[in-house]
């Protein structure tokens, strides 16, 4: 999708589409809905006096103007109540109305912002709304097929603008929703790609052009410097692969880590889950769901593309340990100890319980920046979506300061988190009668998801830390606003949000 800001009035303006948008309740359009309700002869009016453009939050009317305007279609996208609206209900609004304009044929779109008039909104935050939600709205999964499925794409989406003066601060808005999106697409991309063709080298190969692109600086380690590391938890993992495993680490400003806040981001980067030999069941056929196992590493690796395209004032690190989680005769079997970076060794109660394992040897490394905060994004359990469902991702903290701000970058970005419960009783049920802790309390599974966070509590020393439990909205069954189905790389404009706010 080409984006284009141009000076004019809406009612002049030329495309296949153009959209202007309504307040609930609101019976004379003003404004650029008033222009072309004007233009239309009053239909909007009409309508409004009809009860069929009520201007509902997500509500989309569909007029023809039969050449009274250059464009041919003309769509009233509902804002909900004035008192109510905010950048998230501008998102909102805004995926709408691209998806009606899509659905109704439209290759060009021309399309006022939503909220930087009466709204009262920030016109740059406004316009970065308009961009992000147009962008996320129209992704498409890659596929590799041979004939390509009828598309329904918007080539062109024009801001159209009527005042000179505001156009320096839309500029500002529409790149920034432009680096937003097209790093949440990304890393869309690479949780939905096939497990074979995602493997941890590739996903290393592209964090490094990612890098040369971008200014961050990338490391990424090999089999042999994680040995050396003594990351013996990680690598048991990898064991039943034939694919290297892969250490990644990103950085932006690493050259200011001294005098700026320094933010560790991890992810979960298991590029296909098996279950090892405790072995998920084949029958369902929902094992293929398991290529997206990577999204967390994809989200922290979109979160540091963001933050040095946004020149964001911090020291941000993003690691992801890599690997695939496979059986082979020298795979990691059910009672094996090992022993990680952190000196601390653990049992594997279940080779499924993974996650927590390659993340355990992440956790310790990120000691080495002596972090502000850690937070680290995994698809880590089955049970968070049994709670929550595709609704919101799990919080994990005992930090009441990561705690809010996490909570406060969900309500901006509206991707939601979700309090779980830490309590101390829960690492009882992990203690291990031949390590010093053991990865599942299988086959006893309750409390599955709190369990799962107090393993990785013990490899956190030194640090305030949260964990994000995202395996509840990693992948969208169903299509939602800004979400079409499939890969949704939950978590990255909310920790694009949390850096933004951070000092
Ligand atoms: N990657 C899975 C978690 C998962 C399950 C994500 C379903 C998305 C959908 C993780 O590695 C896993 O297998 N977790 C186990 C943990 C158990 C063995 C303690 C689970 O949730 O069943
Ligand atoms: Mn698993
Ligand atoms: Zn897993």
């Not at 999708?1 to 004379?28: K, S, Y």
């Not at 929902?286 to 040095?308: F, H, I, N, S, Y």
Request: hydrophobic share 50%.
């Amino acid at each position: 999708m080409n984006i284009a800001i141009h000076q004019a009035t809406i009612t002049e303006f030329a495309a296949d589409a153009v959209i202007v948008n309504l307040f609930e309740g609101v019976t004379r359009p003003g404004q650029a809905t008033g222009a072309v309700d004007k233009a239309l002869g009053g239909r909007i009016s009409d309508l409004i006096a009809l009860g069929d453009c009520t201007g509902k939050l997500g509500e989309t009317v569909l007029l023809h103007t039969h050449a009274a305007l250059p464009a041919p279609r003309v769509i009233v996208a509902g804002l909900g109540p004035a008192a109510e609206f905010d950048l998230a209900k501008a998102r909102i609004a805004g995926a709408h109305a691209i998806r009606a304009a899509a659905n109704a044929g439209a290759r060009t779109v021309g399309t006022i912002v939503h909220g930087a008039g009466v709204g009262g909104l920030d016109a740059a935050e406004a316009a970065a709304a308009l961009v992000e939600a147009s962008l996320l709205e129209m992704y498409q999964m890659p596929r590799q097929a041979s004939v390509a499925r009828e598309k329904k794409e918007i080539a062109q989406l024009t801001v159209v603008e009527l005042h000179p003066g505001q156009l320096p601060a839309l500029q500002r808005g529409v790149a920034k929703g432009r680096i937003l999106a097209e790093s949440v697409n990304q890393a869309r991309d690479l949780a939905a790609y096939p497990a074979n063709v995602a493997t941890p080298t590739m996903i290393a190969q592209t964090a490094q052009q990612m890098a040369a692109e971008t200014g961050l600086r990338c490391q990424i380690l090999e089999q042999a410097e994680m040995e050396a590391l003594g990351m013996g938890i990680l690598l048991a993992v990898a064991k039943g692969s034939e694919q290297p495993p892969k250490f990644l680490i990103l950085e932006h400003h690493a050259d200011r880590a001294a005098t700026l806040p320094s933010i560790v981001l991890v992810g979960k980067g298991v590029t296909f889950d098996t279950g090892g030999y405790s072995l998920k069941t084949a029958s369902p056929g929902t094992m293929w769901q398991m290529k997206d196992d990577m999204t967390g590493a994809a989200v922290v690796m979109a979160t540091l593309r963001a933050a040095a395209l946004l020149a964001l004032p911090l020291h941000v690190v993003g690691l992801a340990p890599l690997t695939e989680n496979l059986i082979n005769g020298r795979a990691q079997k059910p009672g094996d100890v090992f022993r990680g970076m952190s000196g601390k060794t653990m049992e594997v109660i279940s080779t499924d319980a993974e996650g927590r394992m390659v993340l355990a040897d992440a956790l310790a490394y990120a000691a080495r920046f002596q972090p502000d905060a850690v937070i680290d994004v995994a698809t880590l359990t089955g049970s968070i979506g049994i709670a929550l469902g595709p609704k919101a991702a799990g919080l994990f903290t005992e930090d009441a300061g990561l705690s809010q701000r996490l909570l406060a970058a969900a309500a901006v970005t509206g991707e939601r988190v979700w309090p779980m419960p830490m309590y101390a009783d829960y690492a009882e049920d992990i203690k291990s009668e031949f390590a010093d802790v053991k990865n599942s309390t299988s086959p006893d599974v309750s409390a599955g998801v709190s369990t799962s966070a107090k393993f990785l509590q013990h490899f956190t020393e030194g640090y305030p830390w949260a964990h994000l439990d995202i395996a509840s909205v990693a992948w969208a069954k169903k299509a939602r606003p800004l979400y079409p189905a499939g890969a949704t790389a939950f978590g990255v404009r909310l920790l694009v949000q949390l850096l933004a706010d951070w000092s």
